[in-house]
T-cell receptor, first 111, second 114 residues
Framework: RKEVEQDPGPFNVPEGATVAFNCTYS??????FFWYRQDCRKEPKLLMS???SGNEDGRFTAQLNRASQYISLLIRDSKLSDSATYLC????????????FGAGTRLAVHP | NAGVMQNPRHLVRRRGQEARLRCSPM?????VYWYRQLPEEGLKFMVY????????ESGMPKERFSAEFPKEGPSILRIQQVVRGDSAAYFC????????????FGPGTRLTVT
């Protein structure tokens, strides 16, 4: 079983749509959770950290369910510029410095 | 404030040659992480270094790979006797302090082994 699992997609949505991505992680001892965004052939960029209480940043909302070991990202009012691969990331409990990346979910927003 | 810098951006090596990848962290950052991304896969942790120390190398292949972060100069990831399977994007990230938060990634070095 992969340490972080994501649906690879692609998700093809029209501009203005709401889209949700899910992710599960295997190690219940993980303490830090993130969503990164990666454009084609570019480096990952931190989109947002994910907190137990859930958090929102503009059109983006992240949720964490520790009991189910499940993380979600909701994007409202999708823009063309949101097209990218979204990476679910957790820290490695044994060494807090190490990040464990999912393979990513691809999003394509079309006019 | 310049971001994390990596060079070269693209590197082509023939099988058996050596590859040297360089990473200059953000100003004020003394913690460096190296990750590898194979095609169509997620990033995989390789090694975590502070100045002059390797802190965690649990993701490094046992042979041919080494990393350093000297007191002066960039961090270096060195791959000896490269093989086709080493072809990947190698990303470096830096942090002002240890911890999973606040890791900032460089643009990566794309290594192609022919």
């Amino acid at each position: 079983r992969k340490e972080v699992e994501q649906d690879p997609g692609p998700f093809n949505v029209p501009e203005g749509a709401t889209v949700a991505f899910n992710c599960t992680y295997s190690n219940s001892a993980s303490q830090s959770f993130f969503w990164y965004r990666q454009d084609c052939r570019k480096e990952p960029k931190l989109l947002m950290s994910v907190y137990s209480s859930g958090n929102e940043d503009g059109r983006f909302t992240a949720q964490l369910n520790r009991a189910s070991q499940y993380i979600s990202l909701l994007i409202r009012d999708s823009k063309l510029s949101d097209s990218a691969t979204y990476l679910c990331v957790v820290n490695s409990p044994g060494g807090y410095n190490k990040l464990i990346f999912g393979a990513g979910t691809r999003l394509a927003v079309h006019p | 404030n310049a971001g994390v810098m990596q060079n070269p951006r693209h590197l082509v090596r023939r099988r058996g040659q050596e590859a040297r990848l360089r990473c200059s962290p953000m100003k004020g950052h003394s913690h460096v992480y190296w990750y590898r991304q194979l095609p169509e896969e997620g990033l995989k942790f390789m090694v975590y270094l502070q100045k002059e120390n390797i802190i965690d190398e649990s993701g490094m292949p046992k042979e041919r790979f080494s990393a350093e972060f000297p007191k002066e100069g960039p961090s270096i990831l060195r791959i000896q006797q490269v093989v086709r399977g080493d072809s990947a994007a190698y990303f470096c990230a830096s942090s002002p302090r240890g911890g999973a938060n606040e890791q900032y990634f460089g643009p990566g070095t794309r290594l192609t082994v022919t």
